[in-house]
Each structure stands twice: as structure tokens, then as C-alpha cells.
Nanobody
Framework: QVQLVESGGGLVPAGGSLRLSCAAS????????MGWFRQAPGKEREFVAR????????YYEDSVKGRFTISRDNDKNTVYLQMNNLKPEDTAVYYC??????????????WGQGTQVTVSS
């Protein structure tokens, strides 16, 4: 049974930092690309960041470039999202996802349950 378990969310003031973690089990972690997504109230889930299975390629949504850093530790089956200089518009439930590259795009195979990040102004 595949499980992706996020942790590290919470309430922080604007300008603060949080580090999210996603611990994976039940899958061969090192063979999956890993992504972070978020969903704010009343909005669709959106892409935030992605790191390929070797860590060679990293992608960010434009609004988080320079503030967020994605990384992974294949020995610990864990992916991280370091979030600095947080803004109120970063408030959302953050989800990690295990992905494969298929048919020219990244396809999510597994989702975590999400962790709430709230940034106060």
C-alpha cells in the first residue's frame, strides 16, 4: 500500500518560513519524480514544484521561484519543500505527489493527504 505522508504545515506570519516533508512508503521512491501542489479555498489545485527522480531537474511555479526550494533524499524516501518569505497568498493545503513521465507530460500516480499552510498578514 502506497502512502505519502506530509508534515510541517502550520500558521506563520508573512515573511516567515516553513519546511514541509513528505515521507513515502510502499513504492520504489527513487524511481518516481516528486511534486508539490497546493489548493487554496475555492480554487483548483495547482502545481508548485517538481524534482525528477535523480534530482537532476527541478521546476517551480513562477510565483514561488526564489522563495521555495524542493529537494529529496532517496535514502530516506522523503521529499522536502523549504518555503521562505511566505506571503498570505501562499495559504493553501499543500500536497505531495509521486509522478511518472508519460506521453510527454508528468502524470500523478499517488497523492498525499495534504498539510495546511496558513500565512497571516
Amino acid at each position: 500500500q502506497v502512502q505519502l505522508v506530509e508534515s510541517g504545515g502550520g500558521l506563520v506570519p508573512a515573511g516567515g518560513s516553513l519546511r514541509l516533508s513528505c515521507a513515502a512508503s510502499g513504492l520504489t521512491f527513487s524511481t518516481y519524480h516528486m511534486g508539490w501542489f497546493r489548493q487554496a479555498p475555492g480554487k483548483e489545485r495547482e502545481f508548485v514544484a517538481r524534482i525528477t527522480w535523480t534530482g537532476t531537474n527541478i521546476y517551480y511555479e513562477d510565483s514561488v521561484k526564489g522563495r521555495f526550494t524542493i529537494s529529496r533524499d532517496n535514502d530516506k524516501n522523503t521529499v522536502y519543500l523549504q518555503m521562505n518569505n511566505l506571503k498570505p497568498e501562499d495559504t493553501a493545503v499543500y500536497y505531495c505527489a509521486a509522478e511518472r513521465y508519460r506521453f510527454g507530460t508528468y502524470v500523478v500516480h499517488y497523492w498525499g493527504q495534504g498539510t495546511q499552510v496558513t500565512v497571516s498578514s
